[in-house]
């Protein structure tokens, strides 16, 4: 069992090498991009990546307070699964109604990888191997079905 102390750097160790890591790859449109704290642009819609001595997740989250609008971000992204499974090149889960780690209400696309542990250092290129494809091919998606949520701005 780790230490709070250690858990915590654990966790800051491993998120600031991925994001050295992927800090020389640009984005799909060719500009340097903050992949760890990745912008959409979009108000409630996330990319997030998590990892745990469990599992490790990466996927598009919809936060929006009212569970009406979230629906209906969540049926665009229907509309456009086609996109995000050429981009990825994979089927993603999709839930239109999970909780996260507050209990707020959210939906949710996304990939797992499991068993995957972020406090092992020996799991770290796995998990750089399972993320870094995932979040250049969302970013990828991302560069062309943004337009299709313009009247959802």
Not at 80 to 98: D, F, H, I, N, S
Not at 130 to 150: G, I, N
């Given at each position: 069992?780790?230490?709070?102390?250690?858990?915590?750097?654990?966790?800051?160790?491993?998120?600031?090498?991925?994001?050295?890591?992927?800090?020389?790859?640009?984005?799909?449109?060719?500009?340097?991009?903050?992949?760890?704290?990745?912008?959409?642009?979009?108000?409630?819609?996330?990319?997030?990546?998590?990892?745990?001595?469990?599992?490790?997740?990466?996927?598009?989250?919809?936060?929006?307070?009212?569970?009406?609008?979230?629906?209906?971000?969540?049926?665009?992204?229907?509309?456009?699964?086609?996109?995000?499974?050429?981009?990825?090149?994979?089927?993603?889960?999709?839930?239109?109604?999970?909780?996260?780690?507050?209990?707020?209400?959210?939906?949710?696309?996304?990939?797992?990888?499991?068993?995957?542990?972020?406090?092992?250092?020996?799991?770290?290129?796995?998990?750089i191997s399972?993320?870094?494809?995932?979040?250049?091919?969302?970013?990828?998606?991302?560069?062309?079905?943004?337009?299709?949520?313009?009247e959802l701005?």
């Open positions: 069992m780790y230490s709070k102390t250690e858990v915590t750097q654990l966790r800051q160790a491993f998120w600031t090498t991925f994001g050295q890591y992927m800090a020389p790859v640009p984005s799909a449109e060719g500009l340097p991009t903050n992949w760890i704290n990745y912008k959409t642009g979009l108000k409630h819609v996330y990319f997030r990546m998590h990892a745990d001595g469990r599992r490790a997740s990466i996927g598009i989250e919809l936060t929006h307070p009212d569970a009406g609008i979230r629906e209906l971000f969540y049926e665009q992204f229907k509309e456009v699964r086609r996109w995000l499974e050429e981009a990825t090149g994979e089927t993603w889960t999709w839930e239109p109604e999970a909780q996260d780690a507050n209990g707020q209400f959210i939906a949710r696309i996304y990939q797992e990888l499991a068993p995957a542990n972020l406090f092992n250092r020996d799991d770290w290129p796995r998990l399972f993320f870094k494809p995932r979040l250049v091919a969302l970013d990828e998606f991302w560069s062309t079905a943004q337009y299709a949520f313009d701005r």
